[in-house]
């Protein structure tokens, strides 16, 4: 086994995973991903957190999305299927595109119009999905393919999908198997609720296989625009900078609150200005470009922190769900950096160098 090439998620957790008959995977090796020690994002958070980053960006099609694709694409042709459908905020249509793709079917994918990060919509239309953009939101194109899938033979791989979640939560597993244990805490942004259901589901899992020997909290955060959970009602027009979890009423909302309260953790919101502040403060202080969304959790801490949250040491994974390059719009808008135009003369770079 030591030899063999690695060969993505489902080969590598096949045990934790409901794949036994599958006769082929669907797979583009994800997973994997690099679990950053951040020293620099620590100290700015507080004295007592020591942070690891769960760099997601770095799958195949850039966020977290393609563990659970690998699953739900390769159990749509275990089935038979031939066309796969989502709605999406933007990464979940990229990483199906990509997988159905890898798999010679045909991808469609509802996204909420004119709202999508350009590098999203890239890589959908790249990959050769049928990119149907409604006059809506996301809770609107979800509510519209769970009816069309049902209707007719077109496999779901929303998260609603339980596969998806079965896959993404091979990313608790990658934590535990390189850190030799669980987490004090694992902080992530929630959007429809799948992430935090998955990782929930994956501390679980390898806590009852006897391979940790503690199960962490769990924090999530929403965005103050779109934070249904913790303001206890579905959002009609859910508003955030971070268009990917720009959703109203999350489908995995209950297992999110099971997750939150079973591991003693908490789900809280933080504002759109802190987001892009610790946007910023990663990609500075760690060299790490990650989403807008990624950051929510990272602005989170920071605010419990300020809160008094932190009385003791405590080992903190948070996941960094997608990268940075999907959104460049937001990157250039916010990076507070003025283009400077200049002649192009020694004198003119040395002038603006400021000796
Ligand atoms: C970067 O792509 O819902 O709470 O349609 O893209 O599991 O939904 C994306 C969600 C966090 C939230 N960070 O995860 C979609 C979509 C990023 C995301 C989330 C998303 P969930």
């Not at 393609?66 to 990483?95: L, W």
């Not at 807008?292 to 990272?298: D, E, R, W």
């Amino acid at each position: 086994m030591d030899n063999m090439a690695y060969n993505g998620i489902i080969q590598k957790y096949r045990r934790f995973l409901p794949v036994e008959d599958y006769a082929e995977f669907v797979s583009l090796d994800e997973g994997q991903t690099p679990l950053l020690k951040a020293p620099a994002l620590s100290r700015w958070i507080s004295p007592h957190v020591t942070l690891y980053l769960k760099i997601e960006g770095q799958n195949p099609s850039g966020s977290f999305k393609d563990r659970g694709m690998t699953m739900a694409v390769s159990h749509a042709k275990f089935q038979g299927h031939e066309i796969v459908m989502c709605a999406s905020t933007g990464n979940t249509s990229a990483s199906a595109a990509a997988y159905a793709a890898r798999g010679g079917m045909k991808c469609v994918v509802l996204i909420p119009d004119g709202n999508i990060a350009l590098g999203k919509l890239a890589q959908a239309l790249v990959h050769g999905a049928q990119v149907i953009s409604i006059q809506g939101n996301f809770d609107d194109a979800l509510t519209i393919v769970r009816e069309v899938t049902m209707k007719y033979p077109i496999a779901l791989v929303n998260s609603v999908n339980p596969v998806r979640i079965d896959g993404q939560k091979t990313a608790a597993f990658e934590i535990v198997d390189e850190l030799g244990e669980a987490p004090d805490i694992h902080a992530l942004p929630v959007g429809n609720a799948g992430n935090i259901t998955a990782y929930w589901k994956g501390f679980k899992e390898y806590f009852a296989a006897g391979i940790s020997t503690k199960l962490p909290r769990i924090l999530g955060f929403q965005a103050e625009g779109a934070a249904p959970i913790v303001d206890g009602a579905p959002i009609a027009n859910p508003k955030t900078v971070a268009s990917a979890i720009r959703i109203g009423n999350p489908a995995s909302w209950q297992s999110a609150v099971s997750a939150r309260d079973e591991s003693g953790g908490l789900i809280a919101k933080v504002s759109d200005t802190r987001i892009i502040q610790s946007y910023l403060q990663a990609a500075r202080l760690e060299g790490v470009f990650a989403e807008p969304a990624s950051l929510t959790p990272i602005a989170g801490l920071k605010m419990l922190a300020e809160q008094g949250y932190f009385q003791q040491p405590v080992t903190v994974t948070v996941t960094l769900t997608g990268n940075g390059l999907k959104d460049p719009g937001t990157a250039v808008e916010y990076s507070n950096s003025e283009l400077q135009s200049i002649p192009p003369t020694v004198d003119a770079v040395i002038q603006s160098l400021g000796y």
